[in-house]
């Protein structure tokens, strides 16, 4: 059974039309599956903050970070920019960012990705706390106490994914914030679509250009 849902029905039988169209059976009503709408049964769910290093800044921003009480941190309380992300165990990846990182700011992102019901494992971050009374099967490490994996129980390949977005951001040699969700979601892109070569991803992103003009 296809996993594609009718948007307006909610029935599951349909046909391809045009375009990566479909046409539910039922109510005739043609869709496109929406791009990045994971939809996930068994994540991992964490959350970072991006920003430069303080060894590779300049003299004059630390002195001026120092003078006007905007040195930045690590983790919670940084003036760094948070990025909440949720890794699918079959390998893709989604991530976004957030003005914050409380249950307020990541919870209603959780449930409009992630099906109830579904394993989701995360730190001991308080955001995460009610996720089991929302219907998940919820499972943590507790990393200050250096616990890492309880068998698949583990946010390891997201922590692999926020690495490779911070190496990839380093050698730019500093990003703009304004021009940060530019760059995350090309490196979203990126690592979803690592196992396919060169031709096959400019392919593919020329039919994406071809479906976006109409």
Not at 15 to 30: A, G, I, M
Not at 46 to 72: A, C, F, H, I, W
Not at 190 to 197: A, F, I, V
Request: proline content about 2%; hydrophobic content about 30%; aromatic content about 10%.
């Amino acid at each position: 059974m296809s996993s594609k849902i009718c948007p307006r029905c909610q029935k599951r039988k349909f046909y391809r039309v045009r375009r990566d169209k479909f046409r539910c059976r039922n109510c005739l009503y043609e869709f496109k599956p929406k791009l990045g709408n994971l939809r996930l049964s068994r994540a991992e769910v964490d959350e970072t903050y991006l920003g430069g290093q303080k060894k590779n800044k300049r003299k004059s921003v630390l002195l001026k970070e120092k003078l006007t009480g905007r040195e930045s941190k690590r983790g919670f309380g940084t003036k760094k920019q948070p990025v909440f992300g949720i890794l699918a165990r079959s390998g893709k990846v989604f991530a976004r960012l957030v003005g914050d990182v409380e249950a307020r700011d990541l919870v209603p992102i959780i449930e409009k990705k992630v099906k109830r019901g579904s394993r989701i494992c995360s730190d001991t971050w308080r955001a995460y706390t009610g996720l089991a009374t929302r219907g998940y099967l919820h499972r943590t490490v507790k990393h200050q106490k250096k616990e890492y994996a309880l068998g698949k129980n583990h946010i390891n390949g997201l922590e692999g994914f926020f690495g490779y977005l911070k190496r990839k951001l380093a050698t730019k040699g500093g990003v703009r914030r304004k021009y940060l969700s530019l760059f995350l979601s090309e490196y979203v892109w990126r690592y979803n679509y690592r196992q396919l070569t060169v031709n096959q991803r400019v392919n593919r992103l020329l039919k994406l250009l071809e479906d976006f003009s109409g």
